[in-house]
């Protein structure tokens, strides 16, 4: 196995720079809330409460933790405490957030003050002065580069063409990419641990923080759903069942709606825009804490969890159940694994104690998971009953409690899910079609996009091979990596999960295949014989080839995922103005950020293409528009909506001809049996009167 012995060194009885760190973020959020200020720094601070203190509250009263488990285990627990804690108080019926927030704080603050001192760090290896020098040069560079494309991408908010934002990044960009490989390949040779992390969190928050700044609000239109039930909670203090299948598992939204609570946010418009950079750090964390349960090869660590973030074109970190749930899922992983009894590592097993503790903690971080996401708990299970099986987990009943707690929560709502999810109704061939398989129109972007992300992960997949030939004598080991590569695609035998089960499937093998990836790029046992700075080259023309392939996977489509600010205004005056029931009806495909309010259980929303028929003429859509609305329009309000992006993607992927939707909405404006609402270049709003 690839797994070696760490080095550690006890440390004397001092206080973590992190423990000190949670202490005074606590102290100056709770004065703030105290005091009720609304700023900005209030929003900071919440965040990193909700995402680092009261796990690092719990990691400090563990023994033997270095510095990178340390963390790790404090963003896990964290957001184990930040979904749970919200969401019991829900469940009975007691929705204070405000005092959610200071029985949090105040066990924190103790737990920190009075936990024990004692604790271990690596060795780390020596770096050469030259080594150095290149590594700072460089990463000033990309700091100071980044911060100059994002000061040039925020001046407006950018409207994209068939290649989505990559035509707007200006060249300032592509020297901070640059800058951070020549970084990145100094500190990977000279083994400069530290330098490979700052490299990659300069990384996250170069290709995360890009849409942040060069868009007003958050791109995808599914993101705003994810926010109406959020708002509903704040508005109403409880969840309703028979709603969506949000309110059945409702961690994620519950952990939101605290937040948002905490940080004094009245439009979390910001909070959203930035999320994706949040879950990208916590991710980094918690990945490394995870891949250090694998291996102690520094340079695979932070190896793999580089590869992982240029690898991971899914988009799975917007604001949504699936970013928290796969941050904490890994975090279950890595806490598990850190007793597997390997005998590489005996002497650096955890003791029965001990292990009960970590078991303990990732059943809890598991059962945060089983409420947050639907998904997530089926696709982190083969991995660990496999783990279990082998003799590698203990205690060996972990397994089967994880078990028990997926299918305790599932199976009162199986009858929902049936009737209402999907359950069975897809057949695997369906189940293996992405949601990009829909577009098709003759933009050429569309085929470079979707082709783009198959290469990655392709590439990744076959690097990864060699690895799996090398081990395949040590059953075990071989049988755990092929479980948590392949295991969680046995969800696509039974469900679509609405054509991303196959997304979800590809998210949680790629931490495994870029482990696996790594491991020969460095290691000689499983790699080619390379000498050192060929290897290190190696490394760098991948992560860079990978930037270039998430560049084009993830922003290439952004004329069909990018969300406008007059979106956003148009939907929000009809939910929060429209009568109750009113019906909503979207002309050319799914493009608006609807059901982002309160109320939006009470409104309905329907999708009208009609210029994808052939032959249909504008006089024609309109007589049929109207036609359509009349009789509905007898028992409830009918609106209409359109804006730009409409002729936008009907001239992308095929939705109508060029043009069509603008002059439909010219017509509407001109006819007598429509009230508008919203009548703006580019922007309607119209409520049907007969």
């Known amino acids: 196995m690839l797994i070696e012995r760490r080095t550690e060194v006890a440390l004397p009885r001092q206080v973590r720079p992190g423990d000190a760190l949670a202490v005074l973020v606590t102290v100056a959020l709770v004065a703030l809330v105290g005091l009720d200020v609304h700023s900005p720094a209030r929003t900071v601070l919440a965040v990193a409460f909700v995402f680092w203190v009261p796990g690092s509250a719990i990691a400090a ?87 100059t494309a994002f000061a040039q991408l ?24 640059a800058a951070l490989a020549i970084a990145g390949i ?19 928050a170069l290709l995360h923080g890009t849409t942040a700044v060069a868009y007003a609000v958050p791109r995808f239109s599914w993101t705003y759903k994810h926010l109406g039930v959020t708002d509903y909670l704040l508005a109403h203090g409880h969840f309703s069942k028979s709603i969506d299948i949000y309110h059945n598992w409702p961690g994620f939204f519950s952990l939101a ?75 279950v992983l890595g806490l598990l694994l850190r007793t597997v009894a390997i005998p590489e590592r005996v002497e650096f097993t ?16 598991f059962f945060a998971v089983t409420c947050t996401h639907q998904l997530t708990p089926y696709l982190l299970l083969p991995g660990i009953v496999i783990a279990s099986v082998v003799g590698g987990i203990r205690p060996r009943w972990i397994a089967g409690a994880c078990i028990a707690i997926a299918l305790a929560y599932a199976l009162p709502r199986f009858g929902w899910v049936r009737t209402h999810g999907g359950l069975g109704k897809t057949s695997v061939g369906d189940n293996l079609k992405s949601p990009a398989a829909a577009l098709t129109g003759t933009a050429w972007s569309v085929t470079v996009s979707n082709w783009a992300s198959r290469l990655l992960t392709g590439s990744l ?94 922003w290439g489509l952004d004329a069909r995922y990018r969300v406008g600010p007059d979106e956003v205004r148009l939907v929000r005056t009809f939910e929060q103005n429209a009568p109750r029931g009113a019906v909503l009806a979207q002309l050319g495909g799914q493009h608006l950020p609807i059901r982002m309010t309160s109320r939006y259980p009470e409104l309905q929303y329907a ?53 069509a939707y603008a002059r439909l909405r010219d017509d509407i404006r001109h006819s007598s049996h429509w009230t508008l609402i919203i009548d703006e270049p580019g922007t309607l709003l119209a409520r049907y009167r007969g």
């Open 350 to 365: 955890v003791g029965r104690r001990e292990r009960a503790v970590t078991a303990a903690l990732a059943l809890l971080a």
């Open 61 to 147: 009263w563990l023994p033997r933790l270095t510095p990178a488990e340390h963390r790790g285990v404090a963003v896990t627990m964290s957001l184990t405490v930040s979904v749970l804690a919200p969401t019991l108080a829900v469940w009975v019926r007691w929705w204070h957030p405000t005092a959610v927030f200071g029985g949090i704080a105040a066990a924190s603050v103790v737990s920190l003050v009075l936990a024990p001192r004692d604790h271990v760090r690596n060795r780390r290896p020596r770096v050469s002065t030259s080594s150095a020098v290149v590594i700072v040069v460089g990463l000033t560079v990309a700091v100071a580069a980044t911060a």
């Open 461 to 554: 997949a076959l690097a990864s091979l060699p690895y799996l030939v090398r081990f395949r004598r040590d059953r075990w080991w071989m049988l755990l990596l092929v479980s948590n590569l392949v295991g969680p695609a046995c969800v696509l035998l039974v469900q679509a999960y609405g054509n991303e089960g196959i997304l979800r499937t590809a998210l949680f093998a790629t931490p495994w295949m870029a482990f696996s990836a790594m491991s020969v790029v460095v290691d000689d046992r499983v790699g080619v014989a390379v000498v050192r700075l060929g290897r290190s080259l190696l490394w760098g023309g991948a992560v860079l080839a990978g930037v270039a392939l998430f560049a084009l996977a993830t």
């Open 607 to 659: 999708v009208l293409t009609p210029f994808q028929r052939k032959g249909v003429s504008v006089d024609a859509a309109l007589r049929e528009l109207e036609a359509s609305a009349g009789p509905v329009a007898r028992r409830r309000a009918v609106y209409v909506a359109s804006t730009a992006a409409a002729d936008e993607l009907s001239a992308l992927f095929g939705y109508g001809a060029s043009g």
């Open 186 to 204: 100094a500190a990977f040779r000279a083994g400069a641990l530290a330098g490979m992390a700052e490299c990659v969190v300069v990384l996250v």
């Open 154 to 177: 925020a001046h407006h908010d950018h409207v994209v063409g068939e290649w989505g934002l990559l035509p707007q990044l200006p060249v300032v960009w592509f020297v901070a990419v």
């Open 257 to 331: 709606a605290y937040l948002c609570k905490v940080a004094g946010v009245t439009d979390p418009m910001t909070l959203l825009r930035w999320w994706p950079a949040v879950i990208g750090v916590a991710s980094v964390l918690v990945l490394r804490f995870f891949f250090g349960a694998l291996t102690d090869d520094g340079r695979i660590l932070w190896g793999s969890v580089t590869i992982f973030v240029v690898a991971n074109w899914i988009g799975q970190d917007y604001f949504s159940p699936q970013s928290v749930a796969f941050v904490m899922g890994f975090g």
